[in-house]
């Protein structure tokens, strides 16, 4: 496209030397064996999917990754689950029932709500008595209190 | 033309491996043309043709759908504008005077003393640190609009816009830069 459009004004000397300018701009030459640096780096980049197809033993590694992973989730979300339903089943075959209080609570005032205390053991826990030892009197003596401290002189 | 309707010919329906061969007449057909839209943003030969390797690779991609391309060389350009605008974007700290500076001494200067080659170096970076000034959408399509393959259609299309667009955006950037030029030249002359 040349400047003389017929949308353009007379020309003047500034855009005969830009038009110059920008023309030697646009023709300036491409460097030496551009096309066949373009033709390897092609080349190059045709030949990449097959070295990653090459290496592509990895795939099923990271399959394997993942079916392992697949089962332990499921695993563990069974164990879960058998855990969760069968702990009740358990716990119902012993469980006996509460006792209920007679008594009708009080109105107006606070109650127990029927709760009854059960001592979490029939038999007291007997503690042996230990025999008590002094203190040796070497102990005693190592450290004075500061009474006496203060009374000395 | 008839260059044009042989690409899209290579172009149209080539399923698997044969797109490959499709791909490389593209590159020896247009590595040039995209090598220098590249430079005339980046103002780098190694970022341009970087610029252009990343285009094909990009159209290695998308090499499935290239029987549905009408113009390749279109296509291509914009590809490539698009890449470039990105490495622009992201290079952004780099300073773009010493670009400008660089890229007059280099433009070609043949049959000139050494004399007239320093004033067309300093008139050529006037030149582009005006353009330089120019809004962007006006830059880009007075930059895009120096490439003698690219019509104001095909700009249009580059860039994603109408054609009665492009020549506004023409007519403003040219009524711009020459302001701007006249603007510099008369500082010029008042400063000696």
């Known amino acids: 496209m040349s400047w ?4 353009i004004d007379r020309p003047d000397e500034s855009r005969h030397e830009a038009e110059e300018t920008l023309r030697l701009v646009a023709e300036l030459p491409e460097p030496a064996q551009l096309t066949e640096r373009v033709h390897r780096r092609i080349a190059d980049a045709q030949v990449m999917p097959e070295r990653r197809g ?3 033993l990895w795939l099923p590694a990271q399959r394997f990754q993942f079916a392992a992973a697949a089962a332990l989730a499921i695993a563990v979300a069974g164990s879960m689950w058998s855990v969760y339903h069968g702990h009740p089943q358990a716990g119902t075959a012993k469980q006996s ?18 709760a009854v205390r059960v001592p979490p053991t029939l038999k007291p826990i007997q503690v042996p008595q230990g025999s008590k030892k002094k203190p040796a009197a070497s102990h005693a003596k190592t450290k004075p209190s500061p009474k006496v401290l203060a009374a000395q002189p | 033309m008839k260059e044009r309707q042989g690409h ?6 080539l399923p698997g491996e044969a797109s490959s061969a499709a791909i490389a007449a593209l590159v020896d057909e247009y590595a040039g043309t995209l090598y220098r839209v590249a430079y005339s943003v980046l103002r780098n030969a190694a970022d341009a043709e970087d610029a252009v390797q990343e285009t094909y ?5 998308h090499r499935d759908s290239l029987g549905e391309i009408r113009d390749a060389r279109v296509w291509l350009v914009r590809i490539v504008w698009n890449v470039v605008l990105d ?3 992201r290079a952004k700290t780099r300073p773009e005077t010493d670009d400008i500076a660089d890229l007059a001494r280099q433009l070609p200067a043949a049959g000139l003393s050494a004399e007239e080659r320093v004033a067309a170096a300093q008139r050529h970076e006037q030149v582009l640190r005006a353009v330089a000034q120019l809004p962007e959408k006006e830059q880009r399509v007075l930059m895009l609009s120096a490439f003698e393959e690219l019509s104001s259609v095909e700009i249009a299309q580059v860039l994603g816009t109408t054609e009665s667009t492009i020549r506004s955006r023409l007519f403003r950037a040219r009524n711009l830069l020459s302001g701007l030029l006249d603007q510099s030249k008369i500082l010029n002359r008042s400063g000696r």
């Open chain 1, 97 to 114: 029932p509460a006792p209920v209080q007679s008594t009708p609570p009080s109105a107006g005032h606070f109650d127990s709500a029927g």
């Open chain 1, 54 to 56: 090459f290496w592509s």
């Open chain 2, 8 to 13: 899209s010919e290579i172009a149209a329906g």
């Open chain 1, 4 to 7: 003389n459009s017929p949308n």
């Open chain 2, 87 to 89: 490495r622009k974007r």
């Open chain 2, 57 to 61: 690779i990009r159209v290695l991609r």
